[in-house]
């Protein structure tokens, strides 16, 4: 049978990104991923690179620190797949946040970000107010602008996978994990692959599955720990139509949310909701009323568009954020991906909770210092932070290798 040091459940950007940091470490790595990679919220994001200027309101400057730290890689390392993008944050009289707390926001934003060039801000003149793509001038004090990425998700989940692959890692899709079973030193793995059912051993076990974390747990034996979590629904609405100067980063009408107006292939993306789902996370679609929320947005600020109605949406999406329980609005729940181990001094089972796209490679750093304890003592062949990321075009590039292949790399 053969025996891995680690099988990573789940082909997401968190998936992947175990697989890549585990696959440089030296490790020999499975990943099960049921459908396709990047299938799930991997593919129905903002698709923003972004250090979370929001998050500054609840002081969690940690996580900003770090996500700033990670776009910077991100614009080194995968050039053709994230590009550094001019977002704009218009301040109306009745605006929530006055263009004094706007400027302190990003001040502290650059101080975090080095203070280099690339994080500094303006202030927008007034004189070049009328080319901000039709904006709203109506009672308008000010217009700040700032930088942070724009990427396509599930490319960047598909060239972190592939570069997984080839440093070794291996890859079943469609492949449902069936049962993990804890004996001594190791997990037995049961899945289903290709018509079959399939066995191999694992020193460690990561459970990236995403809103599906606690359903994997459900399939783990031992019993473990589960951490009581929310899903909450964000949705997005694609529009025909074009926005040229950037990224608007909003303040919406009824609740004052943070809402994004931005190219994407041609066309405008607004997004996005927070609404509490209950339910199969695979059945996950925009309700009618996060789309008119979304059209209300973007008709308020930008008048030109005030004709739109559900009809004429284009298509939409909706992704899952894994949040911890709680009460209160969900913007102000911690946005920090949490660890479960099932031993903390020897750990043979980790699953997370949350996390960001921005900071996939950090976190995976963090599950594999976790679990160093309980994985053997291999070379180190590559640095993450350092790898080159490519598009991939080619589905191909994941065909599964023959068994043979597979035994020969894990043993």
Not at 117 to 126: E, G, L, M, T
Not at 129 to 145: H, I, M, N, T, Y
Not at 244 to 269: C, H, S, T
Not at 280 to 304: G, H
Request: hydrophobic share 35%.
């Amino acid at each position: 049978m053969l025996h891995y040091d680690m099988v990573v459940v789940g082909g997401g950007i968190h998936g992947a990104g175990v697989a890549q940091a585990a696959a440089a470490q030296g490790y020999t790595v499975l990943v099960l991923e049921e459908k396709e990679i990047g299938w799930g919220t991997s593919s129905r994001s903002s698709k923003l690179i972004h250090g979370g200027l929001r998050y500054l309101e609840t002081a969690q400057l940690p996580l900003v620190y770090e996500s700033l730290h990670e776009r910077e890689l991100l614009l080194k390392n995968a050039r053709e797949l994230v590009q550094r993008t001019p977002f704009f944050i218009p301040v109306y009289r009745h605006s929530k946040r006055g263009p004094l707390k706007i400027r302190l926001g990003l001040s502290l934003y650059a101080l975090l970000g080095g203070c280099e060039d690339n994080v500094q801000f303006r202030r927008v003149p007034r004189s070049e107010w009328d080319s901000l793509d039709g904006l709203e001038p109506k009672r308008l004090s000010a217009v700040f602008q700032y930088w942070d990425a724009q990427t396509d998700d599930q490319a960047l989940t598909q060239a972190v996978m592939h570069s997984a692959q080839a440093l070794g890692a291996r890859l079943a899709m469609p492949a449902t994990l069936e049962s993990a079973e804890k004996q001594g030193d190791h997990y037995q793995i049961d899945y289903f692959q290709q018509g079959e059912n399939r066995q191999c051993r694992a020193t460690v076990l990561v459970n990236a599955a995403g809103p599906w974390v606690n359903q994997v747990l459900d399939r783990c034996s031992p019993s473990v720990q589960k951490i009581e979590t929310e899903c909450v629904q964000g949705s997005h609405i694609i529009i025909k139509g074009t926005i040229q100067e950037g990224i608007y980063y909003l303040e919406a009408p009824v609740d004052q949310r943070p809402v994004f107006v931005m190219p994407w292939k041609n066309q405008i993306m607004v997004g996005t909701t927070e609404t509490l789902f209950q339910g199969d996370p695979a059945q996950v679609k925009p309700l009618d009323s996060e789309k008119n929320y979304l059209l209300d947005v973007l008709s308020t600020y930008f008048p030109r568009f005030q004709s739109i109605q559900l009809k004429d949406i284009d298509s939409a999406f909706a992704g899952l954020r894994i949040l911890p329980k709680g009460k209160g609005r969900f913007g102000g729940r911690p946005r920090e991906t949490r660890f479960v181990v099932d031993d903390a001094k020897q750990p043979r089972l980790l699953s997370l909770y949350g996390g960001k796209l921005t900071t996939y490679r950090k976190t995976a750093q963090k599950v594999i210092d976790k679990l160093s304890n309980s994985l053997p003592d291999r070379k180190q062949i590559a640095d993450t932070a350092e790898i080159k990321l490519k598009a991939v075009f080619d589905k191909t590039a994941y065909v599964q290798p023959k068994s043979g292949d597979l035994e020969k790399q894990s043993n």
